[in-house]
């Protein structure tokens, strides 16, 4: 088949795609935005609050593996699992360089994983560095935007929000020869294109606005990648995972530009900025043009979430917070605090595995899902997190109408309610046993003290008129 006939019948597929996006089955009555009401959370067009949160692994949308090519990831039985846990959103992972060592990661366990596919083709003539035909930069690869729209249409038949990852940034920084493995390495490409202006050997100015030629190609295959899926419902994008502090203006700009593009276009999309590593400051995230940010542990966020204030909705994730870590009262601490948690999940262990024990990742895949159940069944949109209002300082509260109250030793908690008239009925949840227990009514008008009915665990309390 000519490489024309194959782009012509790619075209078709993404619009194939987009169409039967927006005739079937979506998590979303419209794409999301920012809530007016609440801004802590997202919204719809039927006006809810859209609170998200799941795990994340690294090859659900790049294969990784230390065979060449990498065994296909299995992303229908992933989403299956997710729902499994009722988690309704992933980071969509990109992968920049063609291969990862992991000894960047872990140097008790080096491998090193091969990469693919990627978003330019490779057409040569002439080889890599890596043996195979250089990369054209000026071609996209149908492969990687068939797949993307792909993943992305079956995750919203499955309820689930996906963002799209434009960019990765840690691996260029950390993986050991990582800038040989980049497309835009002058022997990696026949468009004479060294993205190495310094000459460091690192490459981390691709990662800036100093180069224009190299910057010109970013928003070409940005641009391809919001053509590809500006027409699903589920779509939020993030522009870089964990990129280096001196990329900061460079995604501010990347988020004007996706936001400039999809201003004409029928969807426009929420644009995310995470963590940079090392060194990034929550203070540049905050400042961002982005709609969504992931902190750094800089200012509570790993041990005692602050309370989300509206400037950004957060999506709060254990990536940047431990790299692999979190526990469940980390999952209900961010939930009451007016965040979106996430878990960067080691799932079958084929990229990272080894020191990741089920005793502590499953009750915090489990938690993920109770907090979206909570999330469902309360009128989300109009809570706040109040600290003040519990002595336990976990509160998500309607003032008068819904108060939902963390426990994190359990035991006795005093809440102020003040603001409720008439009675409020009590629901207790144990999360470790995933045990529901009705507590029968309580009257307002002013503090109460109730105690959990479960003995050495954590506790949810559940309030409504």
Same mark, same amino acid.
Not at 30 to 47: A, I, Q
Not at 275 to 282: A, I, K, L, T, W
Not at 435 to 460: C, H, I, K, N, Y
């Given at each position: ?26 998590? #979303? ?7 007016d009401v609440n801004p802590r959370y &997202? !919204?719809?067009? @039927?006006?809810?609050?859209?609170y998200l949160t799941g795990s994340h ?30 988690? %309704? &959103? ?23 994983? &091969? ?9 040569? /003539?002439?080889?890599? @560095? ?16 068939? @797949? ?8 919203? +038949? ?66 391809? =990648? ?60 905050? #400042?961002? /043009? ?17 309370? #989300? ?18 526990? +469940? ?40 899902? $109770?907090?979206?159940?909570?999330? +469902? ?20 509260? %309607?003032?008068? @109408? ?10 006795? =908690?005093a809440v102020d309610l003040s603001d ?10 144990? /999360? ?18 109730? !105690?959990?009915? &479960? ?6 309390? $559940?309030?409504?008129?």
């Amino acid at each position: 088949m000519s490489a024309e006939k194959f782009t012509s019948l790619t075209l078709v597929f993404a619009a194939f795609f987009t169409v039967f996006s927006l005739t079937c089955t979506s998590p #979303a009555k419209g794409p999301l935005r920012v809530s007016d009401v609440n801004p802590r959370y &997202f !919204t719809d067009n @039927r006006g809810v609050a859209v609170y998200l949160t799941g795990s994340h692994t690294w090859n659900n949308l790049v294969d990784m593996g230390t065979d060449d090519p990498p065994e296909p990831f299995d992303f229908p039985h992933y989403l299956e699992w997710m729902k499994s846990y009722n988690h %309704n &959103f992933i980071r969509l992972w990109t992968w920049e360089l063609v291969n990862w060592d992991t000894r960047g990661n872990r140097e008790d366990e080096p491998k090193k994983h &091969f990469a693919t596919p990627h978003p330019w083709a490779r057409t040569g /003539p002439g080889q890599a @560095r890596d043996g195979k035909p250089r990369f054209d930069l000026k071609k996209m690869n149908p492969e990687y935007f068939d @797949r993307l729209a792909q993943r992305v249409w079956l995750a919203a +038949q499955q309820q689930i929000y996906v963002s799209v990852m434009l960019f990765e940034g840690w691996g260029l920084q950390f993986s050991p020869g990582a800038w040989e493995n980049h497309p835009f390495h002058p022997d990696n490409n026949i468009n004479g294109v060294d993205g190495d202006l310094n000459g460091d050997g690192m490459g981390l100015e691709i990662h800036t606005l100093e180069n224009e030629a190299v910057l010109a190609l970013q928003e070409a295959y940005v641009r391809h =990648v919001i053509e590809t899926v500006n027409g699903f419902n589920n779509v939020l994008y993030e522009i870089s995972n964990e990129n280096h502090p001196p990329s900061t203006e460079w995604q501010y700009h990347m988020i004007e530009f996706i936001k400039s593009c999809e201003k004409e276009m029928p969807n426009q999309h929420p644009v995310g900025m995470t963590f940079q590593y090392r060194g990034g400051s929550n203070a540049d995230l905050f #400042a961002s /043009p982005a709609d969504w940010i992931s902190p750094n542990p800089e200012g509570g966020y790993r041990d005692d979430p602050p309370a #989300a204030g509206g400037a950004k909705v957060i999506l709060n994730d254990t990536d940047h917070l431990w790299g692999i870590g979190g526990n +469940q009262a980390w999952v209900w601490k961010s939930f009451t605090r007016g965040m979106n948690p996430l878990f960067m999940d080691p799932y079958d262990g084929e990229v990272l595995s080894g020191r990741y024990d089920l005793e502590w990742i499953e009750p915090l895949r489990r938690s993920l899902g $109770y907090t979206l159940n909570y999330a +469902q069944r309360a009128d989300l949109i109009h809570m706040t997190p109040e600290p003040e209002l519990a002595s336990s300082a976990y509160c998500l509260a %309607n003032r008068g @109408r819904e108060y939902l109250v963390y426990l994190p030793e359990g035991g006795e =908690v005093a809440v102020d309610l003040s603001d409720a008239e008439g009675s409020l009925s009590v629901e207790w949840f144990d /999360p470790s046993a995933e045990e529901f227990r009705e507590g029968g009514m309580v009257g307002g008008g002013g503090e109460v003290t109730l !105690t959990s009915p &479960f003995e050495a665990s954590d506790a949810v309390l $559940y309030l409504k008129r």
